[in-house]
């Protein structure tokens, strides 16, 4: 598996995807740009769709929104039939407007606020996953006010680590999320009084970027000796899936990772519940790159050489926050061999501002678009103003054609929320 999108082909030295010249994307739309491909995307969908196809019992996967909520990516993985995972009445807002599915809603939040459910109730979610004891009454009354009935789930926090960094590891005993066990067995008691709460099932998602399959077989097997579990119709199994981010990250296969939960619980569970996953990062994470124009090439007397370019870690933090690496190409040289390996920094006012600590590049020079490989996800989701730079612009390529699917911010924009 590729870290760039799957349409990706260097045409003449040229780096193309959905069948246009990234170069030329650069220099019509400017930097820094992301670039979504959508047939990676689909592919992606489908790929999730075709895997759960093999339970034997009912499966969807909802696609969680935190990793890119840019409407006009929804729009597409709407299209493909996936559900949407939100986490606050802003991501509500945007799967909605990308034509989400109100059944199909799946609603997060350690600490939601009385606007969140509200929404989310009104809006009529499919699923809300009850946190933490007093959100049950929470979401009661709010459900009561609306006149509805709330399907919910419950989230446990089984006390398992996961295999990844320890900031995005979120099942282990000390964790935010959830209800340790003592906890869910109130919660489920404590449901059952609840008028306008339905309590469907349970919910788990250990972490991200997971790479071992074990860790998902473990809660598996914690939830089928979690006794309560087995009467309850859904089990929600979170997301995690690890990709790569570059040729040497090796993670599983995205087929054979759903293959292996998904037989899992068929062996475990009988009645078979319906089975939820939240993938985010393996559904955007390699459609998507992000360009830059390269500016200042500079040699440090310790005899590393910078190539800064005009963005960072305001349109991409995950270097920064976990130390994550990232494999680089110049857009119009993609196949000439590399002479060097190049810190590659960003123009914030940070000397941790470095979006790869050694990219091995062509002699890069001034005015050269960088691609940076994987960056669909958790990178436009996560970016700030920091330094008042705007915000990049987006664009989605599909046969030989690009459209844009979000402007670029302005100063103009930034100064308009100054009172
Ligand atoms: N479901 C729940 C309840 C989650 O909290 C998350 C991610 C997902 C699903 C989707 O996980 P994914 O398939 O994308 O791994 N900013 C970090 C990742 C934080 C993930 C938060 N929760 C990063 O850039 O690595």
Not at 92 to 106: F, K, R
Not at 269 to 285: A, N
Request: glycine share 10%; proline share 5%; with cysteine.
């Amino acid at each position: 598996m590729s870290v760039l999108p799957d349409t990706a082909v260097v045409e003449d030295g040229r780096l193309c995807v959905g069948g246009t010249a990234l170069a030329d994307l650069a220099r019509e739309h400017g930097t820094p740009l992301h670039v979504y491909d959508e047939a990676t995307l689909r592919a992606r969908a489908r790929a999730y769709r075709e895997a759960l196809a093999a339970y034997p019992g009912s499966a969807r996967a909802v696609y969680a929104c935190k990793a890119n909520a840019t409407v006009g990516l929804l729009r597409v993985l709407v299209q493909e039939g996936m559900g949407m995972d939100v986490a606050s009445e802003g991501e509500l807002a945007h799967a909605l407007a990308a034509g989400a599915p109100p059944e199909g809603l799946v609603v997060h939040g350690n600490n939601k606020s009385d606007d969140d459910v509200r929404a989310a109730v009104a809006a009529g979610a499919g699923l809300l996953v009850v946190d933490h004891l007093e959100e049950l009454d929470q979401v009661d009354g709010i459900a009561a006010a609306e006149g509805r009935e709330q399907p919910v789930l419950l989230r446990a926090t089984p006390g398992i680590e996961a295999d990844t960094h320890a900031k995005i590891q979120t099942g282990h005993a000390a964790s935010k999320f959830g209800m340790a066990p003592g906890d869910l067995e109130r919660a489920i008691a404590r449901a059952a009084a609840c008028r306008h709460l339905r309590l469907d099932g349970l919910h788990v998602h250990l972490g991200s970027q997971i790479r071992d399959l074990g860790t998902y077989l473990a809660a598996v097997e914690w939830l089928a000796r979690f006794e309560p579990a087995a009467r309850l119709p859904v089990l929600d199994l979170g997301g995690g899936l690890a990709i790569p981010y570059t040729d040497e990250d090796d993670v599983p296969d995205l087929d054979a990772a759903v293959t292996a939960t998904a037989t899992a619980v068929a062996g475990r569970f009988d009645p078979l519940p319906e089975l939820v996953l939240e993938p985010g990062r393996s559904v955007v994470g390699t459609c998507g790159v992000t360009l830059y124009t390269v500016g200042a090439v500079k040699r440090t007397a310790a005899g590393i050489t910078y190539v800064a370019v005009d963005g960072g870690m305001s349109d991409n933090p995950r270097p920064v926050l976990y130390g994550a690496r990232y494999q680089a190409w110049i857009a119009d040289r993609a196949d000439a061999e590399p002479d060097g390996a190049y810190a590659v920094a960003g123009k914030h006012c940070e000397s941790g501002d470095v979006l790869i600590e050694r990219a091995p590049l062509p002699a890069p020079r001034p005015g050269d678009v960088l691609v940076v490989a994987a960056t669909g996800a958790y990178a436009a989701s996560m970016a700030s103003t920091y330094n008042a730079l705007p915000r990049a612009a987006a664009v989605l390529v599909a046969a030989g054609g690009a459209r844009t699917i979000v402007r670029r911010e302005t100063v103009g924009d930034l100064l308009a929320l100054q009172v």
